[in-house]
Every structure is written in structure tokens, then in C-alpha cells.
């Protein structure tokens, strides 16, 4: 066997025509391409404005449900905080008082609900641990916000509104 080096392949370059030398030809295809692209039709979504179309198993922000009586879903079982994959989310259970017995079917709650945005990775893991069906992943984009501290959504952002607003 030969060695790989006497087996390397010279290449030689062949000197430029005419057209080649002026670039004109060349500048003439770059500027024919760039104008064929401002006739297109724009590919960016003016945000604010504009919302872009999702398709159905999107996973957006979280929600926390209400019942048909407008009651929490969410009875602090803590399954979607051990499904968690990232550790996002946090809570800590309490028990209903004596006269809150009767309105509520579950005795206890979810006191704080947190789960911070930043570790989230949308798996949707807690949406199916849910026995009782209260989280869903069926928001909109989570907003851009400036502080760490704002990215923690508590039962103020997540929990939906009362059906009777």
C-alpha cells in the first residue's frame, strides 16, 4: 500500500474569463436576488398588534381551573409539583376552616401556588399528574418581563376568573 500522502490531489486554478474579472455579471445576480426579496410577502408578525396562530397542542402559560360552581379545582395534592421535572413549581396545603366544610367538597387547598417561569420547560407533565384536572398549559405566551421576582406567578396570575364576571 502506498502512503496517503503521494495520493493528494493538486488542485489547479484556472485563471478568471473576462466577465469574471469585472463582477458585474455577479453584482447583477446579487441585486436580483435582493430585489426579488422585497417583493415578497413579509415573514416577521408585528406582535402586539398581530398574535400568531398556535397550533392545538401549543403549551402556553399556565392556568389553575374553577369548577361549575366557580370553586378551585386544586386540592394541594402536590402531584404536579413531584411530576415536575424542573422542581418549578411550589406549593404548601392548608385545611379548610369549620364553616368553609360545606361550600367546599375537598378539605383542603392550596394556600400558595408558585411556579416559577424561568425553570418551567413546558413538558406538561403537571397538567397530566392532575387528578382533579385544575392545571392547564393552555394559555398565551408567557410575557417578557425585566426582574427575576416577576417571573414567579403566584394564584393571582394563574388562577382563571370566575365565570360569573
Excluded at 402559560?61 to 402536590?78: I, N, V, W
Excluded at 397538567?127 to 392547564?136: D, G, L, M, R, S
Aim: proline content about 5%; hydrophobic content about 35%; overall charge neutral.
Amino acid at each position: 500500500m502506498e502512503p496517503l500522502s503521494n495520493k493528494r490531489k493538486v488542485l489547479v486554478q484556472k485563471p478568471l474569463n473576462f466577465w469574471e474579472r469585472i463582477y458585474l455579471p455577479a453584482i447583477a445576480k446579487g441585486l436580483s436576488i435582493t430585489m426579488s426579496h422585497f417583493f415578497r410577502k413579509p415573514v416577521t408578525i408585528q406582535y402586539p398588534e398581530q398574535k400568531r396562530e398556535f397550533s392545538e397542542n401549543f403549551r402556553g402559560m399556565h392556568s389553575l381551573k374553577r369548577d361549575e360552581e366557580g370553586r378551585e379545582r386544586c386540592t394541594a395534592c402536590g402531584l404536579c409539583a413531584l411530576s415536575c421535572p424542573a422542581e418549578a413549581i411550589s406549593m404548601i396545603a392548608a385545611e379548610r376552616k369549620k364553616g368553609e366544610e360545606n361550600l367546599y367538597r375537598e378539605e383542603k387547598y392550596a394556600a400558595v401556588y408558585e411556579i416559577n417561569m424561568l425553570r418551567c420547560i413546558f413538558c406538561g407533565l403537571c397538567e397530566e399528574a392532575c387528578p382533579k384536572e385544575a392545571i392547564y398549559l393552555d394559555g398565551d405566551i408567557v410575557p417578557a418581563e425585566y426582574l427575576r421576582k416577576d417571573f414567579i406567578y403566584g394564584k393571582d396570575k394563574l388562577v382563571e376568573a370566575p365565570l360569573n364576571q
